[in-house]
């Protein structure tokens, strides 16, 4: 590429297909994953018990590869950055825990994940992007797809060695990048709300390639959807409410309606970040478990196995992780489980399983799952929270479903 300059956008054309290709049939990252793992009860010696890990080295040095030409972009490119953007709008899902996942959430496809949604957030903070409704989109895509990682049981890695450590170094600078994240949601999300919010009146219809349709604002306001409905608008990402009949009037109520939304977003985004940040710091430690159990008291082992900078962003995860299990209070775990419920009743199910810390968060994600059952009786371990003990012996009246 250095060179050939003239040829570089066609390369990055052709690349960026290649790319979309291996998304659309479901190659490496993108693989489904396998719930064929041998059976424990085997009525033979040989058949062999073994992990079916996704195929993601290829992925793994593809996206090696985007982030030093992203890093190069930003300084001599501008046409490469908005290209660059459009392969992540196209490639993170804003849907969390689909049954059937756009990414494997295999835990050997972690790394490989949060590498390319490291190149997401080398994007957002900075100056590199414009004051954009894009940019507010991609920061809700890269959210969505690392929570979309923990709508599955917990596993153990089943890498080790230089694999694993490199993985461990990818997941801590994600979750560095995600503790910095705040100082950046509060000061991008205004520029990102003028752009939607203006002058201009109401919003136009985007393609549905581009939607927002994140369930935290499913819980719009009655009247503030446009006739479409909730699936066909950017109105889905900041609603807007009917204006008032002077001038005057709108444009107090147009301000009004800007400052409430800029809260509900960045709030959004906090319990967002907090819920990623928690989950993130439990796989953190059981891979660095994993890498190196008899050395994780030895700070200088630690440094040695991942870095000096990887060591202290270890120590950061961990103090958030004892921070959530001992300070955390009974009444924000159970506001967490229905933020949780919110974003998808995926995630809400599988939470206590990651953070098996407060009996304040299973009960209520058992209220949540007795309240809407239908919603995840696609998932077995939701049974676990529909029945209980005492609902048997009772003969509790739910139990008809």
């Known amino acids: 590429l250095s060179a050939c300059p003239q040829h570089e956008l066609v390369f990055l054309q052709e690349m960026v297909t290649a790319w979309h290709y291996t998304r659309s049939a479901k190659l490496g990252l993108f693989a489904s ?10 009525p033979t010696e040989d ?8 195929v993601t ?7 090696k590869f985007l982030h030093e030409r992203i890093e190069v972009a930003k300084y001599c490119s501008q046409d490469q950055i908005e290209m660059y953007c459009d392969l992540l709008q196209r490639t993170l899902e804003i849907q969390v825990g689909q049954p059937v996942a756009a990414m494997s959430r295999h835990v050997s496809a972690a790394g490989t994940r949060f590498r390319l949604l490291n190149c997401g957030m080398s994007l957002l903070q900075g100056d590199v992007l414009p004051k954009s ?12 797809c690392s929570l979309d990682f923990f709508c599955a049981d917990k596993m153990y890695p089943v890498r080790s060695g230089p ?10 600078k994600f979750w560095s990048m995600m503790l910095s ?7 991008q999300i205004v520029g990102d709300m003028e752009s939607i919010v203006g002058d201009a009146g109401p919003v136009h219809p985007f393609p549905a390639d581009v939607r927002s349709v994140s369930s935290e604002f499913a819980r719009t306001p009655t009247g503030s959807h446009p006739p479409g409905g909730l699936a066909n608008t950017w109105t889905n990402v900041v609603p807007l409410g ?10 107090v109520s147009r301000n009004q309606r800007f400052a409430n939304n800029h809260d509900n977003l960045v709030k959004d985004y906090s319990r967002k970040r907090w819920l990623i940040l928690s989950l993130l710091s439990v796989e953190v430690d059981m891979a660095m478990i994993w890498l190196s159990p008899l050395e994780l008291d030895n700070r200088e082992a630690i440094m040695l196995q991942v870095g000096k900078e990887a060591a202290k962003q270890m120590d950061d995860a961990g103090k958030w992780r ?26 809400a199910v599988f939470l206590p399983s990651w953070l098996n810390c407060s009996q304040a968060l299973v009960n209520e994600v058992s209220r949540l799952v007795r309240s809407s059952p239908t919603k995840v009786c696609n998932i077995p371990q939701a049974l676990d929270y529909f029945l209980s003990e005492d609902m048997l012996e009772k003969d509790s009246p739910e139990l008809p479903h």
């Open 181 to 187: 994240d705040k100082k950046y949601i509060k000061t």
């Open 133 to 144: 409704l894009a940019k507010h989109v991609l920061r809700q895509r890269i959210y969505s």
């Open 242 to 251: 009917p204006s008032t009949g002077t001038l005057n009037k709108r444009s």
């Open 163 to 172: 694999s694993l450590k490199d993985d461990v170094q990818v997941l801590l």
């Open 57 to 63: 080295e290829p992925h793994d040095i593809w996206i």
């Open 47 to 54: 058949m062999s018990l073994k992990p079916c890990p996704p």
């Open 33 to 42: 994953d396998s719930t064929e793992q041998g059976d424990p009860l085997a």
């Open 322 to 347: 004892d921070d959530v299990r001992t300070r955390t209070q009974e009444k924000q775990w159970r506001e967490y489980a229905r933020h949780a419920w919110d974003i998808s009743p995926t995630l």
